[in-house]
Nanobody, 125 residues
């Protein structure tokens, strides 16, 4: 069984920064792709960013390009999301996702096998 545990959410003013972390555990789990999604009230869950564990390729939603950065720590099986220049419209629950498959294209929600519980990010204006 694979568990994903997120941390780092909170309340921040517009223009501020937050760093989310997601640690994957599971004796035999070897990540292929990990990513972040978010879901705002009344909206569908949307992809924010993903990273290929093999070649470090990354993908970003247009709305966060240039402001967010996804990275990984192989030794800790942890993925991070550095969020800068935050805007009120970034307010959402952020979910970590993982799969053992390494994708070499933009990854969709259905491509992931494992999900975290989510962490709230609130950006005040």
């Amino acid at each position: 069984q694979v568990q994903l545990v997120e941390s780092g959410g909170g309340l921040v003013q517009a223009g501020g920064s937050l760093r989310l972390s997601c640690a994957a555990s599971g004796r035999t789990f070897s990540p292929g792709t990990m990513g972040w999604f978010r879901q705002a009230p009344g909206k569908e869950r949307e992809s924010v960013a993903s990273i290929n564990w093999n070649n470090y390729n990354t993908y970003y939603a247009d709305s966060v390009k240039g402001r967010f950065a996804i990275s990984r720590d192989n030794a800790k099986t942890t993925v991070y999301l550095q969020m800068n220049s935050l805007k009120p419209e970034d307010t959402a629950i952020y979910y970590c996702a993982a799969t053992g498959r390494a994708y070499y294209r933009r990854v969709s929600r259905s491509d992931y096998d494992y999900w975290g519980q989510g962490t709230q990010v609130t950006v005040s204006s």
